[in-house]
């Protein structure tokens, strides 16, 4: 069968993989074209265009790269009319699939959304659209199955991938001497996977991590953007930079800084401690306040519907709060204790292992 998978980010590519590992399985003689990234390629997918060169951030960075969106876009419907896929899977990237979704439509090829957009969060209007565009939606959130229910369309709740990425990770029990580290505990720093967003977060965590000098720090690097970058951020500091070992940074760290997104679920699964930061550019952030409707920026948060983990956004993300918040997942015992007992309430909600192949065996059954 002929696949054709759009992921627009670095988690996106992560779980496109784990898809593609187990539709490989499955299907004898597969096909795969994908836009996405350096572990779908791996896993076996011919990549049409790296993520690298899709992901803007934020209102004020999508109206500035229009013209390169909506370029885009239009490569990619003459690239699925030219490949003629049995079944389109898109991968979250909501601004992009969802015009995806509504030319495959019209063009009679199945569309199969894995991991939905988060549409609770904002833009709920977006439903009529995935109603009307969408043959199946697979969700890994629990509270996503009754959201869609609300609004009368069936889901398929698989679990999140993210249990079973962890779950067959090989630690490396030579992480330190392999990238000759010291001896003293680490200090994860987690900035995001945008250039706009690194430049903008890094400097502010480094201030804050750089006073706990009985720490060594570690900046999980994205495998997309190269180490130059972060050595122009990082200057003169003693700080390593690792760059596609995020998973033995984690597994050794006794704490992390880390921006909103999938590495706070992360980082939490691994039941490391963490402080969230996140700083948007003023108008985009000013415009997001105005339209999300949830009340937590982390996924650790909204799975939970509490405040499991301290969120520091836009004015409160500076290095002196962040030092604060760092230093109670630090040093206070108590604090470290109730963070872990929830991390395991957190792993029984997400649901058992098995997301990637629950979604293969679906997509590769309707196709």
């Given at each position: 069968m002929k696949y054709y998978i759009i992921a627009g980010e670095a988690s996106g590519d992560l779980h496109g993989s784990n898809l593609i590992k187990e539709l490989v399985k499955l299907d004898l003689q597969p096909t795969i074209r994908a836009w996405g990234g350096d572990l779908m390629k791996k896993a076996g997918a011919e990549i049409v265009k790296h993520y690298r060169d899709l992901a803007f951030m934020g209102f004020t960075e999508v109206v500035m790269n229009l013209k390169t969106i909506l370029k885009n876009i239009s490569f990619c419907k003459?690239?699925?009319?030219?490949?003629?896929?049995?079944?389109?899977?898109?991968?979250?990237?909501?601004?992009?699939?969802?015009?995806?979704?509504?030319?495959?439509?019209k063009n009679n090829i199945k569309v199969v959304y894995y991991i939905s957009p988060q549409i609770w969060a904002w833009k709920e209007n977006r439903i009529t659209e995935i109603k009307k565009n969408v043959d199946?939606?697979?969700?890994?959130?629990?509270?996503?199955?009754?959201?869609?229910?609300?609004?009368?369309?069936?889901?398929?709740?698989?679990?999140h991938p993210l249990i079973d990425a962890i779950q067959n990770f090989n630690k490396n029990p030579n992480f330190k001497s392999l990238h000759n580290l010291s001896p003293k505990p680490i200090i994860a720093l987690l900035p995001g996977s945008r250039k706009q967003e690194i430049k903008k977060i890094l400097p502010i965590m480094l201030e804050a991590a750089y006073n706990f000098t009985e720490y060594q720090i570690l900046i999980a690097a994205a495998p997309s953007v190269e180490i130059d970058f972060y050595q122009d951020i990082v200057k003169s500091r003693s700080v390593s930079i690792i760059q596609n070992d995020t998973y033995n940074i984690l597994n050794s760290s006794s704490a992390a800084l880390v921006t909103s997104g999938t590495a706070t679920l992360?980082?939490?699964?691994?039941?490391?401690?963490?402080?969230?930061?996140?700083k948007g550019g003023a108008i985009s952030y000013l415009l997001a306040k105005k339209l999300i409707k949830v009340k937590y920026i982390s996924l650790v948060n909204l799975i939970m519907d509490k405040p499991v983990v301290k969120e520091l956004i836009q004015d409160n993300c500076n290095a002196l709060e962040i030092q604060l918040e760092l230093s109670k997942v630090l040093l206070n015992n108590d604090t470290i204790s109730e963070l872990k007992l929830e991390m395991i309430k957190l792993k029984e909600i997400l649901g058992g292992s098995g997301a990637s192949e629950k979604a293969a065996n679906l997509i590769y059954s309707i196709s």
């Open positions: 003459q690239d699925i009319l030219a490949f003629k896929p049995d079944v389109i899977v898109l991968i979250d990237y909501p601004g992009f699939n969802l015009r995806i979704a509504e030319f495959a439509k199946e939606m697979l969700v890994i959130l629990p509270f996503e199955k009754n959201f869609y229910a609300k609004h009368k369309m069936k889901v398929h709740f698989v679990g992360e980082t939490a699964l691994f039941g490391v401690p963490q402080v969230v930061c996140y």
